[in-house]
């Protein structure tokens, strides 16, 4: 993501936001809301008097228009954030249209900026100077490739194959360059990850079969595969050695931080009603809250009088495995200065 502030009052104002990627397109999703004033160069249908004489020749120009935001849909299939709503400024005032955002794609949001907004746009500008790091998870005969997105792992591919040494005949080879052809186009960071020797085995093949990758190559041990393999990895602050986005693992750091207290009957609190009493209390140090509810009047008012205290706001992706977790106990919950009754 590529951002450019223009001027500003106090926290209202409009910033040019510029996607390069489909977390871009994701962030936007999550910055872009109902009743956001939103410019962009889109193409729609300009009459004209030699248009009128041959209408089977319309054809559609692009035009700088103004929207009032109405609905935002992500369409992660198709790279395309959809940003449908009423034009207030530009031709054809008055009339409904939706502006398709893909990658590359300017646009302009004026609105009022709120704290956890500013932070995520800071965070994707700092994301997009990295290459996309990869997560290969492996064990005996099975092999995982995740894609780390800035909401989460995404499964790339996964190999299997009857692989281990015994017997008349030694499959592991065979096995490890399969993965290792997977690999061949990886620019970024990789991490190996598995329990037991596997993975340094793999590792061995791999700088002697595909060292530009290998260079890049970081070997991490784990007590699983799959994407529980993947959680430890962020839980265990992998990431942040890679680079310097933090977010996955404050997700999953702060998470397993609010069932250990819970699970211990330590200062939580959980569920809308929990934490706004905890607020009223002034007890609360750290907020955390799914995504999903960021619209919500509701919790965006508890959020502004938790900032208000000078509790720490954290938004963990529904996505995510953490966030999943947090909407299972109501999508927003706190860790306390001290217990409440």
């Not at 290969?136 to 894609?147: C, K, P, Q, S």
Request: charged share 30%; glycine share 8%.
């Amino acid at each position: 993501m590529k951002a450019e502030y223009c001027e500003m009052q106090r926290s209202f104002g409009e910033i040019r936001l510029f996607p390069e990627s489909v977390d871009d397109l994701w962030h936007l999703s999550h910055l872009v809301a109902p009743g956001d004033a939103v410019f962009a160069t889109t193409l729609r249908t300009v009459d004209s008097a030699q248009d009128k004489l041959r209408p089977e020749k319309l054809e559609k120009r692009p035009v700088r228009l103004g929207i009032r935001v109405e609905r935002v849909e992500l369409h992660t299939f198709s790279n395309r954030l959809r940003l449908s709503g009423t034009i207030e400024h530009g031709m054809d005032s008055g009339a409904y249209h939706t502006l398709n955002i893909e990658p590359g794609y300017e646009i302009s949001v004026i609105k009022r900026w709120r704290p956890h907004e500013l932070e995520r746009i800071d965070r994707a500008v700092k994301a997009s100077i990295h290459e996309v790091v990869h997560i290969l998870t492996v064990e005996e005969g099975e092999a995982e490739l995740f894609r780390m997105r800035q909401y989460g792992p995404e499964g790339v591919v996964t190999i299997t194959m009857g692989s281990g040494k015994g017997g008349d005949t030694d499959t592991r080879p065979a096995f490890f360059a399969r993965i290792a052809d997977q690999l061949i186009e990886l620019k970024g960071p990789l991490v190996v990850s598995g329990p037991g020797f596997i993975k340094d085995d793999f590792s061995r093949f791999l700088r002697s079969h595909l060292p530009p990758v290998a260079e890049k190559m970081l070997v991490v041990e784990t007590r699983r595969i799959g994407a529980g393999a993947v959680q430890e990895v962020i839980g265990l602050g992998i990431l942040e050695k890679i680079h310097e986005d933090v977010q996955l693992g404050r997700e999953v750091r702060a998470m397993d931080e609010l069932l250990m207290r819970i699970s211990k009957d330590l200062p939580a609190a959980y569920g809308r009603g929990e934490v706004l009493k905890a607020i009223d209390y002034g007890a609360v140090e750290e907020v955390l809250v799914a995504d999903s509810l960021l619209r919500d009047e509701g919790i965006v008012h508890l959020l502004d009088r938790a900032e208000l205290q000078n509790a720490r706001i954290v938004v963990l992706s529904s996505v995510f495995d953490p966030g999943k977790r947090l909407e299972a106990l109501g999508g927003v919950a706190a860790l306390l200065r001290y217990r409440i009754q």
